[in-house]
């Protein structure tokens, strides 16, 4: 079975940084690309960051210019350094990772079980 574990959330200040990171473990056999996610009270998830197994990466609006997402392939482990951080971006963050876990099986995706990031004014 694949789990996601996910660490680095808390609290902090307004303009303050943070830095959250996701790690697979179990039967991979091959990632294809990681996620950050969020969900606030009362919103629906929406995605922060993504990034292929090339490298190519993608922001939400929100986050540009705010945020960086990385990874380390060979440890299977997905960095998401956020700055700047405003009382908006308090939410639950979720790692996603899109995986097969057999060369023939189809790709499927992997959630974390989530972090709370809590930004105070």
């Known amino acids: 079975q694949v789990q996601l574990v996910e660490s680095g959330g808390g609290s902090v200040e307004s303009g303050g940084s943070l830095g959250l990171s996701c790690t697979a473990s179990g039967s991979i056999s091959r990632i294809l690309a990681m996620a950050w996610h969020r969900q606030g009270s009362g919103d629906h998830r929406e995605m922060v960051a993504w990034i292929d197994a090339i490298g190519q990466t993608k922001y939400g609006d929100f986050v540009k210019g705010r945020s960086t997402i990385s990874r380390n392939m060979s440890n299977k482990t997905v960095f998401l350094r956020m700055n700047n951080l405003k009382p908006e971006d308090t939410a639950v963050y979720y790692c996603?990772?899109?995986?097969?876990?057999?060369?023939?099986?189809?790709?499927?995706?992997?959630w974390g079980q989530g972090t709370q990031v809590t930004v105070s004014s």
């Open positions: 996603r990772m899109t995986l097969r876990t057999t060369t023939a099986s189809p790709p499927s995706d992997y």
